[in-house]
């Protein structure tokens, strides 16, 4: 008690010292130039006070003698004084942007940046925490040259992600996954006819398992010279993640950030209906009264029983509407309807519900000279626009570091995530998929609030789409025809899943001595998925339970030794040797019901009506294991010319036991030109230039054939041979790239040019090879094809206004590329082959590669041109089309991406915004297709040009006259009939090339305005920092050329894409984040 | 100590990473299926693959209940329109054929050397489904086909002139009957879906098809192989070649998933057969098992109008046997038999009787398979425009009519004869265009031909005059 009173008086008297000696330090802050810097921070330690220096560098502080000040400023390195007699400092920054930048590289190994002879481009993690979109991968969209990601607006659903082209054929394309160093798992676990758009859920992609709470920086590795010591399975591209690590904090170290995101559906990418005709697909009235041909009772009843929109004008005529044919629903029974034009109370955008987003993330850290932690706990919580749509995830990630002695020091990264998710949105052409029947097949008078009310008074299935009246006169039948109730199906047939995950890393660091250290380092990953879907019974589609389990892992064994030494003052020599043992496992395990279920609603395996055969069942089970030797070798001269070296070679598992081992290297350099010019206009200059080739191994079980079994006949075994026939003599695939860049400050930093041009080529691809099918299989696995990508890429910086309060940053990513398939191997004549299928979508259109022309491109029957460029058109008015399947409609592949960022920053508020633009690619739109025969859009009910309605017949006045030509070539304008399901616009008569469409956009892809409470506000605060921000995504579609979509809408990850089928729209999200530490 | 860490994590690296190539190796060796398996297993699979694709009647698979006209579909009438090539239906057929049947079956082959008894077994089904290939198709890959692996690899294999397969079709069934004819080996017997190992049937099975080959093609080419054959072949409705399949999936009658299971409602009947049996001078009381009574609006049969959208509610529907997942399959019967024998005799061929008398025998044939009576055949047959002598048309009309007919639901069947003989009042598509317009003559080959074995597939297209469904097979009239 004494001992404290005696400290408290001492104190007291400490502080009326320092209180005495409080003045005012002035400083003028410049650059290694002379230039002064506006907006520089200058902050005391001591009192956490901070100002800003204004437009002329000039600041003023209070601040005692003995005390420490801090100044920085963004691309320099911070400078730290102590305050002494002098009122007034000089104070000089030295830029570390380039010079110092350290980034991390393959194997998690720290670089100069400066020294580097390949492209790397990295962001903050900031950039994956502004808004945190369904998927984070998609955070990076817009961000980085030659980084293409596109996601599909599905709940929870997955994100293409590919940089710089695809350059394999069949394999995947998606970029590697690297987090501390530790590759993780990106695969996707759609199946294939999913991804062709035939129907299923998009579960996602494992890389979306990724904390943004626990990101600290972003690296993207995009050549084969910055991904060499990966080997094969980084050739497309890496995506290296480096986690927060705990760092020394002042108040508690805890970290609160929370955010709400509420989206809804941007109308510009959903149909625009018309509401003037009624349901039927033409041709089907009495001609009586020009109503419906079904008759009950002597009235007449809607034609539910047709999933299109070419019935009757409507007209107000009292009708029996589906809703009146349900004997249960006595209120409703055996009544008359009005049936009148215009829109429906619930009209199909009316299904749709406001999606909420809420994060919530807690955090602790701190760190001490002899280690560090950090604790971090994410919750997730996605309620999706369909009804009963959830996603739960929730995340906890430790990181920790100690130092055991002076040159041994330990440390681990631990995630643990699980997701829970119910109701996914079915996709692509299913009946789950409730855009099959509004985009497609739809009668657009029909009145979801009934189907609603339907629902809840019966609790069954019964929908628009019964069966209803025939001619017979017997009472409705009331089975659905094509569609369910779309509320009963949302209710009963929910998908479910659950993703239980860990992954990290657990390292070892041995400093022998100065020069020399070893790293020994775990990687894990580890994942168990378990997804079911349902089918339940009274569905139009059998009923049936599927349940699936997988549990996909990958170990890394990693010895690391590295060696930095300065031989003389001007040469260094930085080098690694290594030996790495990679083990991937796949268990997988399927199991469905088969023929329907027995009870309704129990979805269970062993309530199966048939018998579960072979056919209902499958399971995989694989381990891959690659082991490899590495040496890398640096040497910089001068601190100005740099050069590199890597060798890899490495064994696998999944080649011939002859061929299972492959070499590959690399060689860069760069060279520092601004070290050697003296400009004062050039504040950093530099070249590079690299060549690298990589070996790539291929997926376990294509060397050796092996027979399928398939469900027994009453008791006889049954066996055939596969499909695709393997091969014991492949190799290893081998990719060439050539890259050359320049990095460029100019004028005092006000302008960044960071410009990469590559050339690669990926041959000996491991393809399966598709044969004739008189072979007696479908595929043979060999080495062929050929890919070259070629492209440029570049990112520019500027700074057009900087001043003490006030700061402008542009950002522009830009870059292009072209995949030219080279070659494709040859068939046993010595032919060359000249296509190969990568996809086919329902509607006629194939995605395929043809030797000579990029890849990607789309296939179908065409328009007939005139030499002089005019359609041909029938004698019926619809326009002539090719027989011929295989015309090229366009490609998936885009002219150029790009995107454009820019930060204004004012005092304690900033304000951003990202434009995302893709300028060519195409995309066909099955939707389209078949609404063009339905005749649900706007257009099926507009006037001609004689100002009739083009669904009155040619010969009153109505029908379509489409531009186009005779034969000869003379004018042709002869009407075609639109009033039924054969309109010469529908799919009937026109070629698929109608329906590929343009898919350039420019987006508004990303904004946020943000306030940080400035140093004067948080002091009277329990806090250490605080900030809110307004932040919106995708929230307006500038530039488009689909109708009724969005450009960038398709159906999942993966090879397949340019398909639209059942298409989601785009969701426009706005919401509120917080970010609070004490 | 330190030292020793260092030692001990390269030590465990090394011995990590340095396992053999020999356990490499069996990693990349799949375990949950087998390197190798029975002949037996080859053989079911490959007849219940066969038997499931000649009894198929899914539209995306096998539209030949649409092109016979024996049904229209309701909605989307692609295939009505003979539109046979926007859903890829050659290629389905085409492979499942070669790679499904015949690669299944000469694999089986390969593993039953010294039981003559299974390779005639084997033999009869790979003859049966050769002949299917080239009826759809004309010339297709037989010499080099089924070479994917092995010493003579071929990739691409060349077309085969299908005049010349026939030939060696032939021969190969006179070789697969005089094997039958023996006692060698024991045969497959539970693996054998169709015959149970019986010797005798296989062998009707194999002269029954010599006489379906011979017949087939017009002239007397193959008059003695058929003679010699025609009294070993089916010689009543018990003899038919037939699976009985089960009630539960996959193994139920093709057509039950997609009439019964799916829930869908994609076919009524055509108007084609539904007039013909209705009129007035046919009054065949067949219409009763091949439409369902309960179906008829106003106490008629109503047919959809070819290529034309049909609702299910205003058209009557396929008779309910064909709703039952355990209705059997069928690869040849009796009844054909009859008309290929009629047709024999009207050549002036020896075959045991006159075409009137083999041309009412599968009349009757017909009716016994459907649990008709002998007497409404008789009184059937008695109709001036139903018996042989008065009905209308040239013999090749009268049996072709007939038995199109008689092969209701055998979609492939009745196609097949109303190319060989006319007859049957197929009517043009009412949409199509160009290739579309009329009835196909055989199917386009798989586009994938085209891309995977260009060079031999333009060569094949020029000589059988273009790949296009007008184009004929050779024994097309």
């Known amino acids: ?1078 | 100590m330190k030292k020793y860490n260092l030692i001990y994590l390269l030590t465990t690296l090394v011995v990590l990473g340095c396992s053999p190539d020999t356990d490499y190796e069996s990693l990349n060796k799949d375990p949950n299926n087998p390197a190798d398996v029975s002949a037996e297993s080859l053989f079911t699979s490959s007849l219940k693959n066969l038997m499931d694709e000649v009894n198929d009647i899914d539209y995306r698979d096998a539209p030949f209940m649409l092109l016979a006209q024996y049904a229209q579909q309701t909605t989307y009438t692609d295939e009505s329109q003979y539109d046979i090539v926007n859903r890829g239906i050659s290629s389905a057929i085409f492979s499942t054929i070669y790679m499904n049947v015949l690669y299944d079956l000469a694999d089986a082959k390969s593993k039953v050397i010294g039981d003559p008894f299974k390779a005639a077994q084997a033999e009869v089904l790979s003859i049966y489904a050769w002949q299917y290939l080239v009826d759809n198709f004309g010339d297709i890959p037989y010499s080099e086909a089924l070479n994917i692996v092995g010493e003579n690899q071929s990739i691409a294999p060349k077309y085969d002139d299908a005049a010349t397969i026939y030939d060696d079709l032939v021969k190969r069934a006179v070789s697969a009957s005089a094997a039958l004819a023996g006692s060698d080996g024991f045969g497959f017997i539970g693996a054998d879906l169709i015959g149970n190992g019986n010797r005798a049937s296989w062998s009707k099975f194999a002269n029954s098809l010599i006489v379906k080959l011979g017949v087939r093609v017009p002239g007397d080419k193959y008059k003695s192989e058929v003679e010699a054959a025609f009294s070993k072949s089916l010689s009543s409705v018990a003899d038919n070649i037939t699976m009985a399949y089960q009630g539960s999936k996959p193994n139920t009658h093709p057509s039950w998933p997609e009439l019964v299971e799916s829930g869908r409602n994609d076919y009524v009947v055509g108007k084609t057969i539904v007039d013909l049996l209705t009129s007035t001078d046919h009054e065949d009381p067949r219409q009763d098992v091949f439409f369902d009574p309960k179906s008829k609006m106003n106490n008629k049969y109503v047919g959809g109008v070819i290529g034309q959208k049909s609702g299910w509610s205003t058209h009557s529907k396929l008779g309910t046997i064909y709703f039952d997942p355990t209705f059997r399959g069928v690869l040849i019967d009796y009844t054909e038999i009859c008309f290929y024998l009629a047709d024999a005799a009207a050549r002036g061929w020896n075959v045991g009787g006159t075409a009137a008398t083999h041309y009412s025998n599968g009349i009757k044939a017909s009716f016994e398979d459907m649990g008709l009576a002998a007497t409404q055949a008789n009184t059937y047959i008695a109709k001036p425009k139903v018996a042989y002598t008065t009905a209308t048309g040239s013999d090749d009309e009268k049996i072709g009519r007939q038995l199109w007919i008689s092969m209701f639901n055998r979609g492939f069947e009745g196609w097949t004869a109303f190319r060989r003989y006319g007859g049957a009042p197929l009517v043009p598509s009412k949409l199509g265009e160009g290739d579309f317009k009329q009835v196909p003559r055989r199917l386009t080959y798989p586009v994938s031909e085209a891309t995977q074995n260009s060079k031999n597939y333009s060569s094949a297209s020029s000589a059988i005059g273009g790949d296009l469904q007008k184009t004929k097979v050779f024994w097309d009239k």
């Open chain 1, 1 to 1078: 008690m004494y001992k404290i009173k005696l400290l408290c008086v001492f104190g007291l008297l400490f502080s009326q010292v320092m209180i005495a000696q409080l003045k005012t330090v002035t400083g003028v802050i410049t650059d290694e130039s002379g230039a002064p810097l506006p907006g520089a921070t200058v902050v005391n330690l001591n009192t956490s006070n901070g100002v800003s220096s204004d437009f002329d560098g000039n600041f003023s502080i209070e601040s005692s003698v003995g005390e420490t000040i801090t100044i920085s400023y963004v691309g320099y390195t911070d400078q730290t004084i102590q305050i002494g007699e002098e009122n007034s400092y000089n104070i000089l920054l030295v830029s570390n942007n380039k010079l110092d930048e350290v980034v991390v590289t393959s194997l998690g190994i720290t670089r100069d940046k400066k020294s580097l002879g390949y492209a790397v481009q990295e962001l903050s993690g900031e950039d994956f925490q502004d808004v945190k979109a369904l998927n984070p991968i998609e955070s990076l969209s817009g961000e980085i040259a030659g980084l293409d990601i596109q996601s599909y607006n599905t709940m929870g659903g997955s994100a293409n992600v590919i940089v710089r082209g695809y350059s394999s054929l069949t394999g995947s394309n998606q970029a590697l996954f690297v987090i501390d160093g530790t590759p993780i798992s990106n695969s996707t676990p759609n199946t294939g006819d999913m991804k062709s758009g035939r129907g299923g859920f998009d579960y996602g992609n494992a890389a979306m398992d990724i904390n943004p709470e626990d990101v600290a920086s972003v690296s993207v590795l995009k050549g084969a010279a910055a991904t060499a010591l990966y080997g094969s399975r980084a050739a497309n591209g890496v995506i290296l993640i480096t986690t927060k690590k705990g760092s020394k904090k002042s108040g508690l170290g805890v970290t609160i950030n929370s955010q709400i995101l509420f989206g809804s559906v941007d109308k510009s990418t959903y149909p625009e209906y018309q509401y003037e005709y009624g349901q039927g697909y033409g041709g089907q009235t009495d001609g009586g009264d020009g109503y419906w041909l079904s008759k009950w009772n002597g009235s007449s009843a809607v034609n539910t029983t047709d999933d299109a929109s070419f019935g009757p004008k409507l007209n107000g005529k009292m009708v029996y509407k589906s809703y009146n044919m349900i004997p249960e629903l006595t209120a409703l029974y055996g009544k008359l309807s009005p049936d009148n034009p215009g829109e429906p109370a619930g009209a199909p955008l009316s299904f749709f519900n406001t999606q909420v987003i809420a994060t919530n993330s807690v955090s602790i850290e701190n760190a001490d000279e002899n280690g560090s932690f950090r604790l971090n706990y994410s919750n997730t919580n996605i309620s999706g626009i369909l009804p009963n749509s959830s996603i739960d995830r929730n995340a906890i990630t430790f990181s920790g570091s100690r130092k055991l002695s002076d040159n041994f020091t330990t440390s681990a990264n631990i995630t643990y995530t699980k997701t829970d998710a119910v109701g996914r949105y079915g996709t692509g052409y299913d009946g789950r998929n409730v855009n099959q029947g509004f985009r497609q097949w739809y009668g657009t008078t029909v009145d979801l609030e009934m189907e609603k009310y339907v629902y809840e008074q019966t609790g069954k299935n019964y929908s628009w789409n019964m069966f209803g009246m025939d001619t017979s006169g017997t009472d409705p039948n009331t089975k659905n025809h094509y569609f369910n109730n779309p509320y009963w199906m949302r209710d009963k047939m929910a998908n479910s899943d659950t993703r239980n995950r860990y992954f990290g890393n657990v390292t070892l660091d041995y400093k022998i001595n100065d020069d020399l250290k070893v790293l020994g380092r775990l990687g894990f990953d580890q994942f168990d998925f378990t997804k079911e879907e349902r089918i339940d019974v009274g569905a139009v589609d059998p009923a049936e339970y599927y349940s699936s389990h997988r549990t996909v892992s990958e170990r890394n064994f990693d010895l690391i030794v590295s060696y930095t030494k300065s031989i003389t003052d001007k040469i260094n020599i930085d080098a690694n040797i290594g030996g790495n043992l990679r083990v991937n496992q796949w268990d997988y395990m399927t199991a469905q019901t088969n023929g329907g279920l027995n009870i309704p609603g129990l979805f269970a395996l062993n309530n199966s009506s048939g018998p579960i055969t072979s056919g209902d069942v499958s399971n995989y089970d694989a381990t891959k294991k690659v082991d490899g030797v590495f040496a890398r070798v640096s040497a910089g001269f001068d601190e100005t010319y740099y050069i590199e070296t890597t060798f890899r070679s490495d064994r696998s598992s999944s080649l011939p036991i002859n061929n299972n081992r492959f070499n590959y290297s690399s060689i860069s350099g760069s060279a520092i030109i601004s070290n050697l010019i003296d400009n004062s206009n050039i504040d950093f200059a530099k070249v590079r230039a690299n060549y690298a080739e990589v070996g790539a191994d291929t997926s376990p079980y294509n060397v050796f054939s092996s027979y399928n079994l398939v469900a027994g006949f009453g008791g006889q075994p049954l066996a055939t041979n596969p499909s695709t026939f393997n091969n014991p003599n492949l190799k290893a695939e081998s990719t060439k790239e050539t890259e050359i860049g320049l990095e460029l400050d100019l004028f005092n930093r006000r302008v960044g040019l960071d410009f990469s041009y590559y050339n690669r080529t990926t041959e000996d691809l491991i393809t399966p090879l598709e044969v004739s099918k008189a072979t007696g299989g479908s595929a043979l696995f060999v080495n062929a094809g050929a890919i070259e990508n070629k492209g440029f890429e570049m990112v520019l910086n500027l700074n057009p206004y900087r001043s003490a309060d006030f700061n402008w940053d542009i950002t522009v990513n830009w870059s292009t590329y072209t995949s030219k398939v080279t070659d494709l191997g040859q068939d046993s004549n010595g032919t060359d082959i000249e296509y190969l299928a990568l996809g086919s979508f329902q509607g006629g259109v194939s995605l395929g590669a043809k030797k000579g022309e990029e890849y990607g491109i789309l296939r179908g029957r065409n328009f007939i041109y005139h030499e002089n460029g005019q359609k041909l058109k029938r004698s019926n008015g619809a326009y002539q089309r090719t027989t011929s399947n295989t015309e090229v409609l366009g490609s998936i592949i885009p002219d150029w991406t790009g995107g454009v960022k820019n930060s204004f920053n004012y005092k304690d508020i900033n304000l951003s915004f990202l434009i995302d633009i893709q300028k060519g690619g195409d995309v066909f739109s099955l939707d389209q297709r078949y609404a063009s025969l339905t005749g649900i859009l706007k257009e099926s009910a507009r006037l001609n040009d004689k100002g009739n309605l083009i669904r009155e017949a040619v010969a009153d006045g109505g029908g379509v006259n489409m531009p186009g030509v005779n034969e000869d070539g003379s004018v042709n304008n002869v009407y075609g009939e639109a009033n039924s399901y054969l309109t010469v616009e529908g799919y009937v008569y026109m070629p698929e090339a109608a329906f590929v469409y343009d898919a350039s956009f420019v987006k508004l892809r990303e904004i946020k305005l943000g306030y940080k409470l400035n140093d004067n506000l948080i002091n009277s605060t329990p806090f250490e920092s605080a900030s809110i921000s307004i932040v919106g995504r995708n929230l307006w579609i500038i530039s488009s050329n689909v109708p009724y979509s969005d450009p960038e809408a398709g159906i999942s990850a993966g090879n397949v894409q340019g398909n639209q089928s059942g298409a989601y729209p785009s969701i426009k999200e706005i919401g509120v984040s917080l970010n609070l530490q004490f």
